[in-house]
């Protein structure tokens, strides 16, 4: 009988090829398409970094503006997605469960196109995220606006005013940041689906039902609760020894695949560095970087066998709250970046992939009769 190796949470276990995105926790790396996420990030547009993972290079710059024009045109999103969405308010659903439930009505009246339910999806999150904001403060939609990039089109769908354009691109840098991150929870989620071939639209949906969870969607909200918490810098080293004394992980640190620094982190604390120092909370800034070096100095003190490093969720959090966005949002920002990831995933399986279709071993009793 041939030997079976069990893999929990298939942990090492090598299930789809991909050219999105490849993640080396051991060296702290993050490539995007070819990229480094530090290179990469900071500098394009959000519609070329979509571009990017959907045709495998960037694009020149007629095709940059015929496919930001392209995206901009797909932002409306149908009637009854708005109804779902007012409901949502009205009964104070959270922002992650209103978007499961929009999400699938995109491929209203459309035909089953992969390629177009792709850039629907892509174009639309943003729509749905941004109205469902005012929804949830009892405000209107605002009108869809076709002459905005697609960052500022979010920041515009949730507060009513055009940002500046240091806001616009701190959104930018941060979609960019988050939008692949090699097999993770809901890309694999994704790729499952539509290996089946079903269409994209429902494979998307079922990323989002995984992003969802806590274990894979983060905790980027709790992570700036501690420094709001805290208050003050004089107050850190107490209170972080109070956490650790009693076993609480901190959030914003430490991450499942990066043994050393999670480089999104970089990218948004240079990020977070450039938007606060043009104004806002500076202060809070200046505070948010004494708890890290207090809790990285703490950490290593009390585990120096582990690397406990800043991660992604920690600069997620103080670039968010700048920017304006309640931190019930965070997870669903993430979600209007990550989805041109998951769209990208799904048209590659479709070309290159096969039925997903992994084995499990059964554990329960034998020889029962009925």
Known sequence: MATTTLAGGLEGVVAASTRMSR?????????????AVD?????????????LLLHGRLPDAAEHTAFARDLASRREVPAIVHTVLRDAAAVATPAMDALRMAAP??????????DDHALTA?????????TYGRYRRGQAA?????????????????????????????LETYLNTVVDHGLNASTFTARVIVSTRSDVISAITGAVGALKGPLHGGAPGPALDMVFEIGSAD???????AKLDRGERLMG??????????PRADVLSRAAERFYANGGERGLYDLARQVEATALRLLRERKPDRRLDTNVEFFTALLL????????????????????GWAAHCLEQLKDGKLIRPQSVYIGPTGRRY
Do not use: C, K, N
């Open 23 to 35: 993640v080396d926790g051991e060296a702290g790396q993050l490539t995007i398409a070819g990229y």
């Open 39 to 51: 290179d990469l990030a900071p500098q394009a547009t959000f519609e070329e970094v979509a571009y």
């Open 105 to 114: 009505l995109l491929s209203l009246g459309r035909a089953d196109d992969p």
């Open 122 to 130: 892509i174009a639309a999150f943003a729509t749905i995220v941004g």
């Open 142 to 170: 605002v009108p869809i606006r076709t002459d905005l990039s697609h960052a500022a089109h979010y920041l515009h769908q949730m507060t009513g005013e055009v940002p500046s354009p240091e806001r616009a691109r701190g």
């Open 235 to 241: 107050r850190a080293e107490a209170f972080i020894r």
């Open 253 to 262: 640190f430490g991450h499942r695949v990066y043994r050393v620094r999670d």
């Open 321 to 340: 709250h700048g920017l304006g966005l309640p931190s019930d949002f965070f997870t669903p920002t993430f979600a209007v970046g990550r989805v041109a």
